[in-house]
């Protein structure tokens, strides 16, 4: 049975550069765990005791992917006959260190969709002659995709990178949404958010004072009171945050987002404040811009804000698209 696999090792894979963050989060949890080796977008730990499969029920802003460790091949076959041989029912994705990225290879996952509960290998090409194996069991919050990079370009018609931002923390969490969400987003112009969520069919608050997108504007309305009910829209709110009101937002909002370039502290105390106004809002994706990664250690301090608006499952996740960012996702 997986819970039985023991190993001395687990590895992390990481986007390129946020090496040390990941360690010092590690230690700033208090999980005892030692560095053992390290490369670009790779990073293992060894503990006092054995890791097991559950010793991955850790969350990590900053590791994509965390995994039992079984072990370094010379070749990529040798490295699936070791996931084979602990797991042979295993689905096996393969990523690799590739134009100075952590890369998922997304032919490896085919059309197989991994249900909570399954056991994963991935197999990590470091270089012509290193391969190294691991396993980890799928659960909620965790992305199905190989190496946690869902591989997704850019829509043609998009107005920024936020649209991937957007788009990845939806598919990394298993987010959906519907007709019946409205989403108050900060720091919205041009659009790129705001474009994916009507493209997955919600309406969207925008809170910015510069000017939107074209592309975005063609689903505004005029009138937040005479919003429609039979497709998504867009309300530009042309304020500063700070001066948004809870007119301003009507009845009915169901998440709050940010992409403001702002501190934490800053978003989150606007967080709050809107969802004092909008009492309905159950949800949260905010992007933390960091001015140093190193300033994960402070995490605890951002649950902890969240929390006290009345958050139960909260997540902090560097994605594959983000550089000095992180996703906060907080539901009710």
Same mark, same amino acid.
């Given at each position: 049975?997986?819970?039985?696999?023991?190993?001395?090792?687990?590895?992390?894979?990481?986007?390129?550069?946020?090496?040390?963050?990941?360690?010092?989060?590690?230690?700033?949890?208090?999980?005892?765990?030692?560095?053992?080796?390290?490369?670009?977008?790779?990073?293992?730990?060894?503990?006092?005791?054995?890791?097991?499969?559950?010793?991955?029920?850790?969350?990590?802003?900053?590791?994509?992917?965390?995994?039992?460790?079984?072990?370094?091949?010379?070749?990529?076959?040798?490295?699936?006959?070791?996931?084979?041989?602990?797991?042979?029912?295993?689905?096996?994705?393969?990523?690799?260190?590739?134009?100075?990225?952590?890369?998922?290879?997304?032919?490896?996952?085919?059309?197989?969709?991994?249900?909570?509960?399954?056991?994963?290998?991935?197999?990590?090409?470091?270089?012509?002659?290193?391969?190294? @194996?691991?396993?980890? +069991?799928? #659960?909620?919050?965790?992305?199905?995709? /190989? &190496?946690?990079? $869902?591989?997704?370009?850019? %829509?043609?018609?998009?107005?920024?990178?936020?649209?991937?931002?957007?788009?990845?923390?939806?598919?990394?969490?298993?987010?959906?949404?519907?007709?019946?969400?409205?989403?108050?987003?900060?720091?919205?112009?041009?659009?790129?958010?705001?474009? @994916?969520?009507?493209? +997955?069919? #919600?309406?969207?608050?925008?809170?910015? /004072? &510069?000017?939107? $997108?074209?592309?975005?504007? %063609?689903?505004?309305?005029?009138?937040?009171?005479?919003?429609?009910?039979?497709?998504?829209?867009?309300?530009?709110?042309?304020?500063?945050?700070?001066?948004?009101?809870?007119?301003?937002?009507?009845?009915?909002?169901?998440?709050?987002?940010?992409?403001?370039?702002?501190?934490?502290?800053?978003?989150?105390?606007?967080?709050?404040?809107?969802?004092?106004?909008?009492?309905?809002?159950?949800?949260?994706?905010?992007?933390?811009?960091?001015?140093?990664?190193?300033?994960?250690?402070?995490?605890?301090?951002?649950?902890?804000?969240?929390?006290?608006?009345?958050?139960?499952?909260?997540?902090?996740?560097?994605?594959?698209?983000?550089?000095?960012?992180?996703?906060?996702?907080?539901?009710?």
């Amino acid at each position: 049975m997986p819970q039985s696999i023991k190993s001395e090792f687990i590895f992390a894979l990481s986007n390129p550069g946020s090496e040390k963050a990941l360690k010092l989060e590690a230690e700033a949890m208090g999980l005892g765990w030692r560095l053992s080796y390290q490369r670009r977008g790779f990073v293992t730990f060894k503990a006092n005791a054995p890791f097991s499969i559950d010793s991955l029920d850790v969350a990590l802003g900053c590791a994509r992917r965390l995994c039992l460790s079984l072990g370094k091949s010379p070749t990529r076959e040798a490295a699936i006959e070791l996931i084979r041989a602990s797991q042979p029912a295993a689905i096996v994705h393969h990523a690799r260190f590739h134009e100075r990225k952590m890369q998922g290879c997304q032919e490896s996952s085919g059309a197989a969709v991994p249900k909570f509960g399954q056991i994963i290998g991935t197999v990590v090409e470091l270089g012509p002659d290193e391969f190294w @194996a691991g396993i980890h +069991r799928h #659960a909620p919050f965790l992305s199905p995709y /190989p &190496a946690g990079d $869902a591989g997704i370009a850019m %829509a043609a018609d998009s107005p920024s990178r936020a649209w991937l931002k957007l788009e990845e923390a939806a598919r990394f969490f298993d987010l959906e949404f519907t007709r019946k969400d409205i989403v108050a987003e900060l720091g919205c112009a041009p659009g790129g958010v705001v474009l @994916a969520l009507l493209n +997955r069919g #919600a309406s969207v608050i925008g809170v910015d /004072p &510069a000017k939107m $997108a074209d592309v975005v504007l %063609a689903s505004a309305i005029a009138e937040r009171e005479n919003a429609p009910n039979d497709r998504p829209w867009f309300f530009h709110c042309r304020k500063p945050a700070a001066l948004t009101s809870k007119r301003d937002l009507g009845q009915g909002v169901t998440w709050f987002m940010s992409d403001m370039n702002q501190s934490p502290e800053v978003v989150l105390k606007e967080c709050a404040r809107f969802c004092k106004m909008a009492p309905s809002i159950h949800g949260v994706l905010i992007t933390l811009k960091l001015t140093d990664l190193l300033q994960v250690a402070d995490k605890a301090q951002w649950f902890a804000s969240l929390a006290e608006m009345g958050f139960k499952t909260i997540r902090l996740q560097q994605l594959s698209v983000h550089h000095k960012e992180f996703a906060l996702l907080a539901l009710k």
